[in-house]
């Protein structure tokens, strides 16, 4: 790559980044939305097959057509979809009980704990500002979510073990990113949660183990029902945004330097802020707003500081979410 192209590609990758952000915000906002109605696997279900219907006719044309579905990388597949499902999973409950704002924030936490793993699993060095940058990360976390006060929830933890999911599908993906194309690994994503939703609703789908009323219990395990014709465009939103965002923030990463492009992504923490005025009427309190600051403010400085290094970058690859 070229210093006359370099640029050009940067501004283009951190544009893809900010509207897979967007994507992913306005994901955030249809879940929870729609939580209060609807079972959380069947709002999966739906999800993915409005997304595997986009990607099978926008997509699959132009990348191959059906070739995209052949992998030599099955089992790794099938981790990372996983990881994703239940990553997703746990955000969304979260979304069910919390304000947007703070289950986003809390969810922030991923590129710390994605620079825990990579020392664990990948054996990178960090060094003492990087180290201090993830103390102040967690303590964004604890302000937020203030454990051993009243005002302690244990949906709070949810977001925490999203962002723990999705640091280990990162890691999943840095390992065969190299070997799969983002339409493939998106489309194995669709394919887990669609299984994963079947199974749930085999077991689970009469409401037969909807006994609490918490609001994340009832969530997840109330029965399927008939899709109210007002919220269809919802679905609709949730699959096709879902499917472009994956799409999007894997191009960046494949086309932009991470460093660069990475901070885009923090584009989802005002408009959780927006949607939580605009569409459910709630405030970030003033101790979530510390906490907020606290939690992006590490994450752009482990950004900044990976800029620093003389390192080239990595590609990453995105996540359907």
């Given at each position: 790559m070229t210093t006359t192209t370099l640029p050009r590609s940067n501004l283009l990758g951190a544009l893809c980044v900010a509207v897979a952000a967007l994507c992913f915000s306005l994901n955030d906002m249809g879940i929870k939305f729609l939580s209060s109605d609807y079972a959380l696997h069947q709002v999966v279900f739906i999800r993915s097959l409005v997304g595997a219907a986009t990607l099978f006719a926008l997509v699959m044309p132009f990348a191959g057509g059906f070739r995209l579905v052949r992998t030599r990388r099955l089992r790794w597949h099938l981790a990372r979809g996983l990881c994703v499902v239940f990553a997703n999973s746990f955000l969304f409950l979260g979304l069910a009980v919390l304000p947007i704002a703070d289950a986003v924030a809390i969810f922030f936490i991923s590129p710390l704990v994605i620079t825990l793993m990579s020392v664990i699993f990948l054996g990178e060095t960090v060094g003492p500002r990087r180290w201090a940058a993830i103390a102040v990360g967690f303590v964004g976390v604890l302000v937020i979510v203030r454990p051993g006060t009243s005002a302690f929830q244990v949906a709070a933890l949810f977001p925490?073990?999203?962002?723990?999911?999705?640091?280990?599908?990162?890691?999943?993906?840095?390992?065969?990113?190299?070997?799969?194309?983002?339409?493939?690994?998106?489309?194995?994503?669709?394919?887990?949660?669609?299984?994963?939703?079947?199974?749930?609703?085999?077991?689970?789908g009469d409401g037969r183990y909807a006994t609490s009323d918490h609001p994340s219990a009832q969530f997840l395990l109330r029965a399927w029902r008939p899709v109210d014709r007002d919220d269809i465009a919802i679905f609709v939103m949730l699959g096709t945004s879902g499917v472009l965002g994956g799409l999007l923030i894997s191009q960046a990463y494949r086309i932009a330097e991470a460093a660069f492009a990475a901070p885009f992504e923090y584009v989802s923490m005002p408009m959780a802020i927006i949607w939580g005025i605009t569409v459910f009427g709630t405030f970030p309190v003033p101790s979530a707003w510390i906490g907020i600051v606290l939690i992006v403010g590490s994450g752009l400085f482990l950004i900044w500081a990976e800029s620093r290094r003389a390192k080239p970058p990595v590609p990453r690859s995105g996540v359907y979410k």
């Open positions: 925490m073990i999203s962002a723990v999911l999705y640091g280990t599908m990162h890691i999943i993906a840095r390992r065969i990113g190299s070997t799969e194309s983002a339409a493939t690994m998106t489309f194995y994503i669709l394919v887990s949660f669609m299984v994963v939703s079947v199974l749930v609703w085999a077991v689970a």
